[in-house]
Structures are given as structure tokens and as C-alpha cells.
């Protein structure tokens, strides 16, 4: 049988809870009797528009369409998956209200948004998949600009330079997609152990956790990056991104350019942009089954809701 969902499959929702003008992303998971992909209708009062965008199309799970949900006016209302041809129901209703909140609604609790930019086919991926450190294939790293700052795990940006991550994947890819990650104010500040790293600037500040790494003191932004990209001589050169992901929920700073080191090439990004890598525990946050539905996926056809 069909079910409704929110960007898996293991987690099927029978209702939902937003506010005006929200968008949202919500897969059908399933098929008809023999398989047919189902018509998706709002069978109560039309407060909420559906739409198809191409881009939402061909995710890698088997039998998961995904459409969007625009609030365009309050109160309660439902969608029904129903057979093509026929018109005969074959979900159970997901039900819909509009203005309204719910434990697990994030619009009323404070938000933190997180951004990573890539190609669509691996964004779609992030839609539904459980999250993972990431490291720089061996074969890759060939120097220190291949190397990242902050080691292994996986990269986001945060509201205030949201934009980068769009740039980074427009850059990179023709076909790009941004995947934001949200988190409630109380679910982020839970992430404390291990306590997140977190530099400030690059040049002036040593936070209290930060590794000791050349001179008996605790490193310095720059310091760390330079060790995670293997640019001073006293590092060991290993063909591997260096593993932070179980000593740090998550690491935030400025982003490196080769002239942050006084090497040629083009300066790095001001200061006032950051990125943040996540670590193991703060990947298990952004895995939790309320911080999977609220992903959201950009690409170049709601692009202006960024």
C-alpha cells in the first residue's frame, strides 16, 4: 500500500502542520495495484496548491515521487493518492493544516539552517539517505589544495552565507541542487558532546578545545587549517583528510584561501563567511527522523525562495 512521506521512506506521516506562505516537499512512496504511479489531488478545501517540478523527479529510491505543497490559505484540508484512470483512493489521506503548530512543527521554536550545495542527482540522495562523514578520495588529494579545512565529515553553510553554497554548486555543476538541513534552537544547542570547535576569526583566536598542534598552544584557525591541508613542513604528509568527526559535534570557522598562508594564488573568502563541518554527533542530530522531513532541496526552479 502507498504511503505519504517526508523525504524517507521509513517514516510515514499521516498529517502535517505548516504555516502561510510555506513550501513544502513531500514524497509518495508506492505505487497502484500493478504498480502505476498515483494521481496526487487535494480532495478538501484548496488551501494548498501541488506542484511537479521536473527537478523533483527520478529519485534513486524505487517508487518515491516527491511534489511540492504551497499554503495559500488557513485551515485544515487533506490529499488523497488516487489510481490513475480510475480515480479510486489507494493511500491513507494525508492530512493538512494550515496556521496551525504541533510538537513537532519547527516554525514557532526557533530555526537553525544549514546549506550544501552539490550536484542534483547527489542532492536528491541527501533527500533520503542517512548522513555520513565524508573524506577526499586518496587518489585526489595531489597537494594542499585538494585537502579541506577542517578534515573529514560533511560541509554546510550557514544562513548568513547560504549564498556560497549556491555559488559552490552552480560553479561545479550544471545540473545543481542545495539541500538545507534545520534543526529547532533546542535540538542545536544539544549537540554538546563532544563539545563543538568553533574559530571565530582566523588569525587572533585559540578556543579552549582546540588541539594542540605546533607550539604547546591550542591552535589558532589558521593553525588547524594548515594542519588539516598539510601546508606546513612539520606535518607528517599522509595521503588522507584528517579525522576529527569523533573528537568535535561540529567545527565552524572562516573559509581558506592560499593567501590566508602566504602562498600565491587568490586570497580566501573574508572571515565573515563561514562554513561548518559536521561530526558524528552532529550528523546523528541532522539524521533524527523530525530533522529528516524538514530537509529541503533548491534548485534552479525555486531558486528565489533561497
Known sequence: MA?????????????????????????????????????????????????????????????????????????????????????????????VTVGGSSPDDPSALGLAKFYHGTSLADAKRLMTMELGPRAVAEAQLLDVNEYTDFGKGFYTHPEESKHKAVEWAKRRNKEWGVVRFTLTAEEFSNIKTPPPLYFPDKFKTRPANAPVLFDSKRARW??????????????????KDNDWTEDYAWMRGPIWGRADSDLPGAPGLPERYHQINWGCAGLAALNSPAAKRRRFLFTKHNEPLL
Open 222 to 239: 589558521i593553525e588547524f587549517v594548515e594542519y588539516n591541508r598539510h601546508v606546513r613542513k612539520l606535518t607528517i604528509m599522509r595521503p
Open 3 to 95: 504511503h505519504f512521506c517526508y523525504s524517507t521512506v521509513t517514516d510515514p506521516l499521516s498529517w502535517v502542520t505548516c504555516g502561510l506562505p510555506d513550501v513544502l516537499q513531500i514524497g509518495l512512496w508506492g505505487g497502484g495495484p500493478r504498480g502505476e504511479e498515483l494521481d496526487i489531488v487535494v480532495s478538501g478545501p484548496p488551501i494548498v496548491k501541488l506542484g511537479f517540478p521536473a527537478e523533483l523527479g527520478s529519485f534513486s529510491l524505487p517508487n518515491l515521487r516527491v511534489f511540492e505543497m504551497t499554503a495559500v490559505g488557513s485551515g485544515r484540508t487533506t490529499l488523497e493518492a488516487r489510481v490513475r484512470g480510475s480515480g479510486a483512493p489507494y493511500a491513507a489521506p494525508l492530512k
